[in-house]
Each structure stands twice: as C-alpha cells, then as structure tokens.
C-alpha cells in the first residue's frame, strides 16, 4: 500500500461544487486503480445522499467516531468496522446526517473548556479528526474529506488532518470572492495545528468555455493568486449531467462517462496523482 493522503475540499461558499468534486475526484482516483475513502464532514449528508444513501438513515456516521475518539480512543478500531460502507471496488465512505452537528457541539464545548474526557491534553479539541485518520490511513492511499458551510470546527478538524486541501471556485466573479476567506482559515491552521498543510490548488468549476464571464474569472484567478497557488490546468466543464448524477447516486464517470465534465475530473486526478 503506498503512502496514504489525506485532502479536504473546502470552501466557506455554498454553491461552488464541493460534494461535487470530492464524490467525481474519488471515482477519477479510483478508475486510476486507487483505494479511496471518501468522508462526509457536513451534517446535511449531501455527499452520502450523492452515493445512493439516505442519510437520516445511516446509524453509524462520522459523529459516532469523532464521539468515540473522544470518549473511548482505546475502542476505535470496532467502531470503524461498523461505520464505513464499501460503496464499490475500491471506494469506501464514512457516510454523515443531522449526528454530526452533536458532534460539532460536543468539539466546541472542549474548545470552550479546554477539557478532555480521556486527560490527554496534548490533543485540543481541533485535532480529534487527526487520531481517527491516523487508523485509517493503513487501508487506503487518498483520504478526501468533503466540508461543509457551517461548524468551522468540523473544518478546522479536517484541514488539521490533512496534507492537502483543494479550493472550488465557481466561475462566477462574485464566488471568487471567497477564496481570500478561505486561505486565511488556511493560513490559521497551518500555525496553530498543521504545519504540513498545502494548498493543492484552486479549481475553478460550472465553467463555459464560451461566456466571456468565465473567461474572465478564470485570467482574474490567474492573476491574482496564479503565482502563489497552482490552479488545476482544467477547470470543471459546466454540464446538466454534473447536476443530475448525484440524485442518481453515481459518479460522473457512471453516469455519463464521455461527458466533458468527465474529462475535466480525469484531469483533476492526474494533477492531483502528480502531488505525491
């Protein structure tokens, strides 16, 4: 098994086609021949719901394991065998529902308090995610944890966890506007929790090859953060089928394999394979 890595796909706007790329990024990986496991870090499951799951279904989630690293680190290992669900060859999830914002309050209650229910303090409450991963990373070699809107604690978790982290921008000139927010929260965690921590790239999504808007956003992108930050060579095609095939529960690549959105995560992929 080769060396695992762990990337968060984040961004502090809605709309910009997270779930979206963690689920179509996964399933490029895995026609790749690697073993992924893909994380829903967002209490509204909406990247359990894009893999065929209802999430208020799901009894076992990520808010069970971030309770059980909390309370009963020694008990782990049973924990995982119940919570993750082989979704096909080769990619597993560790699905999410309404659960994890317990969680998320249970973390910000040891924030607030400084206080640890096993004693170890050299573990804050930002890093709890850091000790689940750490079981984890033997069984796979890409991590890709999709974040939500809200509970920044939840991401803060995850970034701290992470080696990578992946900024979707829609190409739009007012969702380009997030991105400064977005590194800074960056910027923070690398300081504090996460020294490793690098910024893979920003990927800009919903992209037409044909308005001039997206042109646009895309040379501002370039310009502004092009030297300091790579941005993917190929943004995300814009295509209905992007849209659709997360209510089918399937990947771009199961629902529409010669879509150019396809295409466009194939290459995604191979820059993110070029990282290791």
């Known amino acids: 098994m080769n060396e695992c890595m762990i990337i968060s796909i984040t961004n502090q706007k809605g709309g910009v086609g997270k779930t979206t ?34 999430p208020a279904e799901q009894s076992r989630t990520l808010a069970n394991l971030l309770l059980a690293a909390i309370d009963y680190p020694e008990d782990l290992a049973l924990h995982f065998q119940k919570s993750i669900i082989h979704t096909k060859p080769g990619i597993d999830l ?46 796979y070699e890409y991590i890709i944890i999709d974040c939500g809107l809200k509970h920044e604690l939840l991401t803060v978790n995850a970034l701290a966890a992470s080696d990578y982290c992946i900024i979707p921008v829609q190409a739009h000139f007012l969702a380009s506007e997030g991105i400064p927010d977005v590194l800074e929260l960056v910027k923070s965690v690398r300081e504090k929790f996460n020294p490793k921590l690098q910024i893979a790239g920003i990927l800009l999504t919903m992209y037409q090859s044909r308005p001039q808007l997206c042109r646009s956003v895309r040379e501002s992108v370039g310009e502004i953060y ?51």
Do not use: W
């Open 21 to 54: 790329s963690v689920l179509n990024l996964g399933a490029a990986l895995n026609v790749q021949g690697r073993k992924i496991l893909l994380i829903d870090n967002d209490p509204q499951g909406n990247l359990t719901a894009g893999l065929g799951y209802t």
């Open 226 to 276: 092009g030297e300091a930050f790579r941005v993917f060579e190929r943004p995300i095609e814009y295509s209905i089928k992007v849209a659709e095939c997360p209510a089918a529960g399937q990947s771009i690549f199961d629902y529409a394999p010669k879509n150019a959105a396809a295409e466009s995560y194939r290459s995604l992929a191979e820059e993110v394979l070029r990282l290791a």
């Open 94 to 139: 560790i699905p999410a529902n309404r659960r994890l914002a317990d969680a998320a309050a249970r973390l910000q209650v040891m924030q607030l308090s400084q206080y640890n229910a096993v004693g170890d303090t050299e573990r804050p409450s930002e890093k709890v995610m850091v000790g689940l991963l750490e079981h984890l990373c033997s069984s």
